[in-house]
């Protein structure tokens, strides 16, 4: 199980949510050492792969967008893998419906999504899904409403997450 300091845990809770869940994700980076690789995938349980994948997912989408966050290769972590179920399950049903709206542009289109592009190749996919853009939009809305609901079921379920030590 990761380990967690109280001491830590403590002081990024008294910042805020984003503070509090970054403990978490640091700790799930250091274990996996900074990259998910199938060979390191079993040093985290479901919960915690469930909020990698939400840091990677709103990290992308406020770089980027789903474009970047499929073209960065997290779109078959995000899309193939019951994230969208799981995070329903922390709380945030909206950003979990979300997620299978985007999953129904994805399938269909996950070959051109996930080809290797050019720069001006890859720019060019934002005008080429455009269907993204609205979902994008209704993500920016909920963001921080949904990041609350993930960061209070994190705090009600911290055993699931991390063993916290003193």
Known sequence: MIQIKDSALAAAAEKGMDEFLQVFIDAYLEAIDGKLTTENMSKLNGLQHTLLAWHFFSTEMREGGFVQLIQNGYGSYIFANPFA????????????????????????????????????????????????DDLEELYFDMEEQQTAMIAAYVDDHIADFAEIIS
Request: aromatic share 14%; hydrophobic share 40%; proline share 2%.
């Open 85 to 132: 179920k799981a995070i329903k399950q922390f709380g945030a049903v909206e950003l979990g419906k979300l997620i299978y709206k985007a999953k129904e542009i994805y399938d269909p289109n996950k070959a051109v999504l996930e080809r290797e592009t050019t720069d001006e190749e890859f720019t060019a996919m934002y005008v080429d899904f455009e269907v993204f």
